[in-house]
């Protein structure tokens, strides 16, 4: 799970809604239901809930699969995770997906998304070390947004590492720290 409550892409993610049916009748939330008509939700009624909402009320709903979960799209998934352009499927594609994953207990699916991430990472770094000084956001138009972060992780990094390589054979100095914890060493040694 992505870290932090106030996380942004936490909330943003947790805002996605998922199918769900309403196990029993619950008082009063009937204005859930914008088809419904009374102040209740009724036993059997499907809606859309936010992913926090659905995690909250799960012993009173069943959550469904989101359509991006469902068998054709695990398919397509698995035929080849690489070339999906998965933010077109979900924005926060993983990151929704895993937390699916948690209330559904959907192993299957969880071991899927983990084979589709590690298929896509080496990919996305791959992308993020070779872009130099062009547009990347026709690199990452396809990317969901934790991998989208990622490629900026990789971009900056190899940035920074072209930058300390070309400053030349500038000599490597001690950090202040280090130095003065050497100084210290070399008083309390004394000649016998």
Request: net charge neutral; charged share 30%.
């Amino acid at each position: 799970r992505m870290s932090g409550y106030y996380n942004i892409e936490t909330i943003l993610s947790d805002q996605t809604a998922i199918p769900v049916e309403v196990k029993h009748d619950l008082i009063k939330l009937g204005h859930f239901d914008a088809n419904g008509d009374g102040p209740d939700l009724k036993e059997g009624t499907k809606l859309d809930l936010p992913m926090w909402m659905a995690r909250s009320i799960k012993s009173h709903a069943q959550a469904s699969t989101p359509v991006v979960y469902t068998p054709p799209y695990r398919e397509t998934l698995k035929a080849d995770a690489t070339v999906l352009k998965l933010f077109e499927w979900n924005e926060f594609y993983f990151e929704f997906g895993m937390e699916y994953v948690k209330l559904l207990k959907d192993t299957d699916l969880g071991r899927l998304l983990l084979d589709a991430f590690g298929a896509r990472y080496t990919r996305v770094m791959d992308m993020s070390q070779n872009a130099v000084d062009e547009d990347t956001s026709m690199l990452t138009g396809g990317l969901d947004a934790l991998e989208r972060r990622l490629f900026a992780a990789g971009h900056r990094a190899d940035k920074e590492y072209t930058k300390w390589l070309r400053r030349g054979l500038d000599q490597i100095k001690m950090a202040v720290s280090v130095e003065a914890a050497s100084r210290k060493r070399k008083r309390g040694t004394r000649p016998a």
